[in-house]
């Protein structure tokens, strides 16, 4: 069966959720979007998209970021 295109709205709702825990624990390490960007090889519009909610991060991107924040994976996606 095939998986229709339209995004469930609480997906959408979980993604912003995991944007905004990344977004909290950036602030809490004192880093700008640029400097986390900068530490996984992505340019800050695309990191930007991912804190806002707008993209849907690969699990490597995910665990770039967890590493670039200093925390375990699982506090990003909680």
Do not use: C, F, K
Not at 23 to 37: K, P, Y
Not at 51 to 78: C, F, K, N, Y
């Amino acid at each position: 069966m095939p998986r229709s295109t339209e995004t469930p709205e609480w997906v959408r709702s979980r993604r912003r959720a995991v944007g905004e825990q990344i977004r909290a624990t950036r602030l809490r390490a004192n880093l700008t979007q640029e400097a986390v960007a900068l530490r996984i090889g992505m340019d800050r519009a695309t990191y930007n998209r991912i804190e806002q909610g707008h993209a849907s991060p690969l699990l490597d991107t995910l665990i770039l970021i967890a590493d670039a924040l200093d925390v375990p994976l699982a506090e990003l996606v909680r």
